[in-house]
């Protein structure tokens, strides 16, 4: 009789077989673990969000500040100052004739208003056009036709404060306050209406060396107070002076106090220029260079290099572009961004001044007396104005020769009868009334003459002369 086997026992090894086969499969191994992994990164996941909540907010408030400080960086950019002050400017104009409009305002009805708007708008446009082609050199105002001579000399005041020679002048963008400095260290602050003055006061050489001033060179012992150059910034916040002690001094001018010494110019300041717009400042020296500093940062920017010889006189308008002349006889205009330079020479004299018409078109005095115009697109003078000042002897030559001292008059004439003195008739200053075709030069003959400045064709003309006779 046979036995059979349990059939547990019989069936064991493959149903062994079958649960090892089915636990190896990852399906089915991994299904559960994957959804209750699931359920619980929900769960954690959902109280992590529960619990860290107030966390996130935190970091959201500091990426909203670190956006909020980009931001602040963003509107720093002259494009964003451009904008708010444009957009300051346009508050100003609209309350201004919203106050106007507000007496006829019950009388009008609300078709009449709307137009009146409209027109508001678009002469705020026009407005916001011209200035900024004016600022850009695109355009000039007319007011060299309309400007009179004076008959009388009573509306020009000599103030005598200085002890020496007056060396330089500065006057505000809103032309109320003026400056003056001298050989004799003394710094004046005037008020062009009433005539007041008051003079800075010096600090002492452990204040300038606070500052930031270093230790007189060569055989100086102390620093020398000998002023050679001014320049006021375009808000009327900082002055620049620069002398004989290598350094360019700032001064706050509210409340007339010394604040930054900048040295690094191994030979005299000769002459300074703020940026219009900005608080960037240019400085030119004895030692051919010039250097460009931040007066808000209190900060050296950069070096540039290129005159063979002294700098005698800089300018510069909104853009990045500085004019100076050196006593190597060139002028040298300066692309900061682009780090290039373009040079001018002068055919046969050397020139003293310069300064800019536009961002294109600048003028230059000369030591033999003529004044010339010229233009970035041409290296030599458009029109040249020559014999620009005479004096009294060279006045009544020209008038016994029908002459004109705008150039008119041949060289060969002027050699064979000397009539005046070269040194009366050297240019040593020229400025422009900014965003017009009014100039102004200045000589050794005590007279300021001024110009009108036409097209390139016609060049300058002469329009009269004021004599300055002190007492």
């Known amino acids: 009789m046979r036995k059979r086997k349990p059939a547990a026992q019989h069936n064991k090894p493959i149903n062994k077989k079958r649960l090892s086969s089915i636990s190896d499969d990852p399906f089915f191994q991994n299904s559960d673990s994957k959804r209750r992994n699931k359920f619980d990164d929900e769960d954690i ?101 309309r400007v009179q001579k004076p008959e009388t000399t009573e509306g020009f005041q000599f103030l005598i404060i200085h002890r020496q020679p007056v060396t330089a002048v500065a006057l505000s963008e809103d032309d109320t306050r003026g400056f003056s400095a001298s050989k004799d260290g003394t710094i004046v602050h005037w008020d062009v209406n009433s005539g007041k003055n008051e003079k800075y006061v010096w600090p002492s050489d452990i204040v300038l060396k606070s500052h930031g001033a270093k230790d007189p060179q060569g055989r100086a012992n102390k620093h020398s107070k000998q002023v050679l150059a001014l320049s006021v910034s375009s808000d009327g916040r900082y002055l620049a002076s620069g002398g004989l002690d290598r350094h360019v001094h700032l001064w706050d001018i509210r409340t007339r106090q010394h604040i930054q010494a900048f040295p690094g110019h191994k030979g005299p300041v000769s002459c300074l220029t703020f940026r219009q717009g900005t608080s960037e400042l240019f400085s030119g020296s004895f030692d051919r260079s010039v250097k460009i500093w931040n007066a808000e940062d209190r900060t050296y920017i950069n070096t540039l290099f290129g005159h063979q010889s002294e700098v005698l006189t800089i300018d510069s308008l909104r853009k990045e572009r500085v004019l100076t002349v050196g006593r190597d006889r060139t002028m040298h205009l300066w692309k900061v961004p682009e780090e290039s330079q373009l040079v001018f020479r002068a055919s046969a004299s050397s020139l003293e001044c310069c300064c800019f018409i536009s961002n294109d078109e600048f003028l230059s005095g000369s030591d033999d007396g003529s004044i010339e115009h010229w233009n970035i697109l041409r290296k030599k003078p458009v029109h040249i104005v020559r014999n620009a000042h005479a004096s009294l002897s060279q006045i009544k030559f020209e008038q016994r020769h029908n002459g004109l001292s705008n150039g008119h008059i041949e060289n060969d004439a002027q050699d064979s009868e000397k009539p005046y003195s070269t040194a009366l008739s050297w240019v040593s200053s020229v400025a422009v009334c900014r965003s017009s075709d009014l100039a102004a030069s200045g000589a050794g003959n005590g007279c300021i003459r001024l110009w009108t400045i036409e097209s390139e064709s016609k060049g300058i003309r002469p329009l009269f002369e004021l004599p300055l006779v002190s007492i």
Do not use: C, H, Y
Not at 60 to 65: C, D, S, Y
Not at 73 to 98: G, N, Q
């Open 45 to 145: 996941n959902s109280s992590d969000d529960e619990g860290e909540g107030f966390d996130s907010e935190g970091e959201k408030e500091v990426i909203a500040g670190e956006e909020d400080d980009e931001e602040e960086i963003i509107e720093e950019t002259p494009a964003e100052k451009k904008k708010r002050l444009a957009e300051a400017f346009l508050d100003r104009m609209r309350a201004r004739e919203k106050r106007e409009e507000e007496e006829d305002e019950e009388l009008e009805d609300e078709g009449a208003r709307r137009e009146r708007e409209g027109e508001r708008d678009s002469l705020i446009a026009k407005i916001l056009q011209q200035e900024q082609l004016e600022e850009s050199g695109r355009m000039r105002k007319a007011i060299a036709s």
